[in-house]
């Protein structure tokens, strides 16, 4: 049997430059299928994370495009509102800018820092904790202390290995000292907060957020009526359409999901159109071999070998070419999700099921491109076979 075997690699590589071109149009059918599953599969189960570190019931509050922004007062009394009367998390934030560098001595940060005002119970909020130093305290927002926090990413740029703490910082917002470093977590609720620093929110900051975490009960009861509280604060006629948006986190999640599920059709869609061009070139490919291989087929067939032995013959020559090419492409699909997974600083996750569908697809396309050479192979008269130049 292994010689056997070893004659069918032999003939497949008899013309190694048609066998290689032919295993690298299937290898790249898969390495799509497979490359971009295993990378939604990476990202997926990191935002997952990050909601999950969030919470559930976590909602934000902002006003619409066209509207006139959110004033700090109009923020927090719905925040202190909230607070009392549904006894659950609520907090304001700003932006302060997405493409800012931040300074501290002679070191300095690229532009992709997010500047971002926020109150002492931001944090808690959205599930966020302090690695180094302290948070923010209510002092620090009420008398407007220079005082920052710095994601991880800011931090190992100005400062390598040290923890920056009682540190100056400079930015466009101004300097301020280094009270705490946040805990490295990546991107959550729409924050890269490796990428960010905080600061205390200014008594006269406009264009706010909201953050408010809403009971695991009567979740749609308690968004009316924070929607109706919020209404209440923009002097909104009663009946008129409301200039801002509730947000909730785990519709920010059904998206990912839905447009996971798109992105998972649209692989499979590439994946099936690169195997029927690689089926098309395998079986011109096969062709090809039978053409050339005539006189070898005549010997085979004189020798004793029955038509169906030649069939056999062409058909695993197929498969193995379509095997070698699903081998490589899967090798490559995973590297690509594992270079996601290193960038992602997430966990590298195997597609499994799109790993086997590769393989089931790869010998489908195989049999399928194989079958109409073997048959013209072993359909071949010996004798006119073996008198063919």
């Known amino acids: 049997m292994s010689d056997y075997f070893r004659f069918i690699l032999d003939s497949v590589f008899c013309n190694r430059r048609r066998a290689v071109f032919t295993v690298a149009i299937i290898a790249v059918g898969v390495s799509a299928l497979v490359g971009i599953q295993t990378a939604l599969d990476v990202m997926a189960d990191r935002v997952v994370g990050s909601f999950n570190r969030m919470g559930t019931g976590l909602c934000s509050i902002r006003p619409k495009a066209d509207a006139a922004p959110l004033t700090r007062q109009q923020a927090k009394a719905f925040c202190t509102a909230w607070q009392s009367e549904e006894a659950?998390?609520?907090?304001?934030?700003?932006?302060?800018?997405?493409?800012?560098?931040?300074?501290?001595?002679?070191?300095?940060?690229?532009?992709?820092?997010?500047?971002?005002?926020?109150?002492?119970?931001?944090?808690?909020?959205?599930?966020a904790r302090v690695a180094q130093g302290r948070g923010f305290m209510a002092y620090d927002i009420d008398e407007r202390q220079p005082v920052a926090l710095?994601?991880?990413?800011?931090?190992?740029?100005?400062f390598g290995e040290g923890d920056g703490l009682g540190e100056w910082v400079s930015c466009p917002a101004g300097r301020f000292r280094v009270a705490?470093?946040?805990?490295?977590?990546?991107?959550?609720?729409?924050?890269?907060?490796?990428?960010?620093?905080?600061?205390?929110?200014?008594?006269?900051?406009?264009?706010?957020?909201?953050?408010?975490?809403?009971?695991?009960?009567?979740?749609?009861?308690?968004i009316t009526g924070a929607g109706c509280r919020m209404a209440v604060l923009r002097r909104l006629a009663p009946g008129a359409e409301p200039d801002f948006e509730i947000v909730r986190a785990d519709s920010s999640e059904e998206m990912l999901a839905s447009?996971?599920?798109?992105?998972?059709?649209?692989?499979?869609?590439?994946?099936?159109?690169?195997?029927?061009?690689?089926?098309?070139?395998?079986?011109?490919?096969?062709?090809?071999?039978?053409?050339?291989?005539?006189?070898?087929?005549?010997?085979?067939?004189?020798?004793?070998?029955?038509?169906?032995?030649?069939?056999r013959q062409f058909l695993l020559e197929a498969v193995v070419i379509g095997q070698a090419g699903?081998?490589?492409g899967v090798a490559l699909g995973l590297l690509l999700g594992k270079l996601v997974a290193v960038a992602l600083e997430g966990d590298f996750v195997a597609p499994w099921r799109w790993i086997a569908l590769s393989v089931v697809l790869a010998v489908v396309t195989s049999l399928a491109s194989g079958l109409l050479p073997a048959r013209r192979a072993a359909s071949l008269d010996p004798i006119a076979a073996l008198h063919s130049l």
């Open 259 to 311: 447009l996971r599920r798109k992105l998972s059709a649209a692989a499979l869609v590439i994946g099936l159109i690169t195997m029927l061009g690689a089926a098309v070139g395998l079986m011109n490919s096969m062709l090809v071999a039978v053409k050339e291989r005539t006189r070898e087929i005549g010997t085979c067939r004189a020798l004793g070998a029955r038509a169906r032995d030649i069939e």
């Open 326 to 328: 699903c081998a490589a």
């Open 180 to 222: 705490g470093v946040l805990e490295r977590q990546g991107a959550m609720f729409g924050t890269q907060l490796d990428n960010a620093v905080l600061l205390p929110l200014d008594g006269m900051q406009t264009g706010c957020s909201v953050l408010f975490r809403v009971p695991s009960s009567g979740q749609a009861a308690a």
């Open 150 to 158: 710095l994601g991880d990413n800011v931090r190992r740029r100005l």
């Open 88 to 127: 659950a998390d609520a907090a304001v934030w700003a932006e302060g800018g997405s493409a800012v560098q931040v300074r501290s001595g002679g070191a300095m940060t690229d532009p992709v820092v997010r500047v971002l005002f926020c109150d002492a119970v931001y944090l808690a909020c959205i599930g």
